[in-house]
């Protein structure tokens, strides 16, 4: 564990911290599942910058992972109308669908992730996932084939 993981709030300075140096101490917590420190991080991040896509998916993310995913929804969907494009951001959006059975939803995102990381085995499970939750077989049985 990092000395940045040692503490949940953000380190005493004369000079603010950069956003990307914040976001390096988020991730970590979030990989370590301290999700109310990553939280407490992001609303800093939140306060100065709203529309901040990372720090959006960040908190949906957070919101997903306790079980939230109305809430989870609405910061990924932010975080896209703020910029966010990233295939993995996308594959996660996809995945928040599917729980709300938002399908249809979810494999537009789920498409929009794959065709910018075509080889990317999560974007291909969760889209066979996708097609499980709809009944499609076939469909789904491809998916999980690219995912293997």
């Not at 306060?47 to 919101?63: D, F, K, N, T, V």
């Not at 080889?119 to 066979?128: G, I, L």
Request: aromatic share 4%; with cysteine; hydrophobic share 45%.
């Amino acid at each position: 564990m990092s000395a940045a993981l040692q503490t949940a709030a953000p380190p005493a300075a004369t000079a603010p911290v950069p956003v990307a140096e914040m976001l390096v101490i988020i991730r970590e917590y979030v990989e370590a599942s301290r999700f109310d420190a990553a939280d407490r991080l992001l609303g800093h991040v939140l306060a100065a910058h709203p529309r901040h896509p990372e720090s959006l998916h960040l908190s949906g993310y957070i919101a997903f992972k306790r079980n939230r995913p109305e809430q989870a929804a609405t910061l990924m969907e932010q975080a896209l109308t703020a910029g966010a494009n990233a295939p993995r951001q996308l594959c996660n959006l996809a995945e928040v669908y599917r729980l709300l059975g938002r399908t249809d939803e979810g494999l537009a995102a789920i498409r929009r992730a794959g065709a910018l990381s075509p080889t990317d085995a999560v974007c291909h499970f969760n889209e066979a996932m996708l097609h499980y939750e709809r009944l499609d077989t076939d469909a789904c049985v491809r998916a999980a084939r690219r995912a293997i």
